[in-house]
């Protein structure tokens, strides 16, 4: 019982007890798929009560009427005793509709419910993420535009690089989530139902049931189908729907964790660098032993997760390429715990850089100051050419720049002490030509190029347009419990 202390006496994944959402938790639920086996009997008697079998309407009333009130119990012992999981509900389903029992499950294999409901939980999956994902995309579209003309330093190799703006690398987190939102909407289009297809994929027990009759078997696929919200059905499976459908979903979950794993880990960095945190609340603490510590847990926590979610994309590559024939039953243990927790995880990750990208804190003056730093070794090409506009010779004004940019670097590696470069420009009689200019030319937003009409751009033509059908819920903030 809920406090009694027995939860705590087994292990429980912390994808469910901790993290993942509740709507993601139920979706891959006892009751969700359960519930869902007994829906799929259900359209399976309609359809074929319509195409004429001796189904009455006192049978599907009864089947409807015990859609939900599930005996666990009962099931969890018909199972000890059959071995058969979809058997042991069969029973369980039958024992509570005693007029309808001899038409449940009439003409199906047990893929019909297992991998028909498996479906039907991937695509609900997706319909979970996507939105999150459009919510992550417009909070950092709005922490691009907000910062679309700060200047930063950029980085290649971690080493400083040519000024870029805050708003500019966003922009770059961006494109890699808008490219994962149509890799996420084509996977989620792009499934089928397996539909009644038989035990090796033939329909041959239907076309039995039917006497022969090949327009009415197509008719229940299309039918039941329909009646569980598929556009269409495989044509051709095995026993089974083809595990590269799986491959295609998770490679899409896998390559988004990619995504959540580069974006944390600059956010880590720029931390590191105090240019920019995650949300930090009030009483958190991020140091057991050093109460000043503001660690990024947060980011940490995606990338930690993120790294789980890429490494299960093993599992269906594995899955799909040791199918023999029409099936084996090796994929089934497997895929119990993979496709659950690539969903799961997914959703979890999502969930933590929403609430990081709803909070995140910039901190101007310390991006000031690095480029500071940093910027007048980068202005040097700059200072050349001015001083050749004012009459100055080229080869003499670069011989000036490399000493006195020698001697600043030495300042700094050598002592610790601040890039003196400029104050060393200003004291020699030489720069006098062009003194009156060092401001100007030392301007940071001088040296972003195009980043901010960029980011103008990107966010109005590539950005905005993703989240148009998402519009509605858009809204929805996400309070992080750990």
Not at 4 to 20: D, N, Q, T
Not at 162 to 178: I, M, P, S
Not at 187 to 209: I, M, P, Y
Request: overall charge negative; hydrophobic content about 40%; charged content about 25%.
């Amino acid at each position: 019982m809920e406090g009694s202390g027995e939860e705590f006496m087994k292990y429980r994944s912390p994808l469910v007890s901790r993290y993942a959402s509740k709507e993601m938790a139920y979706n891959f639920s006892d009751r969700k798929k359960f519930t869902t086996w007994r829906r799929l009997w259900l359209y399976l008697a309609k359809a074929e009560k319509e195409l004429g079998l001796p189904i009455t309407d006192g049978q599907v009333s009864e089947m409807e009427s015990h859609l939900e009130d599930i005996d666990f119990v009962m099931a969890a012992e018909e199972e000890r005793k059959l071995r058969h999981d979809v058997m042991a509900h069969v029973h369980t389903f039958a024992h509570c509709c005693p007029t309808a029992a001899p038409i449940i499950h009439l003409g199906a294999t047990s893929c019909y419910v297992g991998d028909n409901t498996d479906l039907i939980m991937l695509r609900d999956g997706f319909d979970i993420l996507l939105p999150k994902l459009a919510r992550v995309i417009d909070r950092l579209a709005n922490f691009a535009e907000k910062y679309a003309d700060l200047p930063t330093l950029g980085f290649t190799h971690y080493q400083p690089a040519q000024l870029t703006t805050v708003g500019k690398r966003a922009c770059l987190w961006l494109q890699d989530l808008v490219m994962d939102m149509r890799n996420l909407q084509r996977a989620r289009e792009d499934l089928r139902f397996r539909g009644v297809k038989g035990t090796t994929g033939t329909q041959a027990s239907f076309l039995q049931l039917f006497q022969g009759d090949h327009e009415k078997v197509e008719e229940l696929d299309r039918k039941v189908t329909e009646m569980a919200g598929f556009k269409k059905s495989y044509l051709v499976t095995g026993q089974t729907y083809s595990r590269k459908v799986d491959i295609d979903s998770l490679c899409v979950l896998a390559s988004l964790a990619a995504t959540v794993h580069k974006i944390c880990t600059d956010i880590r960095l720029l931390a590191n660098l105090k240019e920019l945190e995650e949300p930090f609340e009030k009483e958190q603490i991020g140091s057991s032993a050093m109460p000043y510590k503001r660690n990024p847990m947060r980011a940490e926590r995606c990338c930690s997760l993120a790294r789980h979610l890429m490494a299960l994309l093993s599992d269906p590559l594995q899955t799909a390429a040791v199918q023999w024939l029409e099936r084996t039953l090796d994929d089934s243990a497997n895929r119990r715990i993979s496709l659950p927790e690539s969903f799961l995880t997914a959703d979890i990750i999502l969930s933590t850089l929403q609430n990081i990208t709803e909070g995140l804190v910039v901190y101007p003056k310390v991006i000031e100051r690095h480029i500071r730093h940093e910027l007048p070794f980068m202005a040097t090409e700059n200072i050349i050419m001015a001083m050749v506009k004012a009459g100055g010779n080229r080869q003499d004004c670069h011989e000036k720049i490399r000493v006195l940019s020698q001697q600043a670097a030495a300042v700094v590696k050598q002592e610790g002490g601040d890039n003196d470069l400029l104050a060393r420009v200003q004291a020699d009689p030489y720069f006098t030509p062009i003194i009156g200019q060092l401001d100007s030319i030392l301007d940071p937003k001088t040296f972003v190029g195009r980043a901010p009409q960029q980011v103008t751009r990107f966010l109005s033509e590539e950005v905005r347009p993703v989240l148009e059908p998402y519009k509605s819920k858009l809204d929805v903030k996400i309070e992080l419990e750990l």
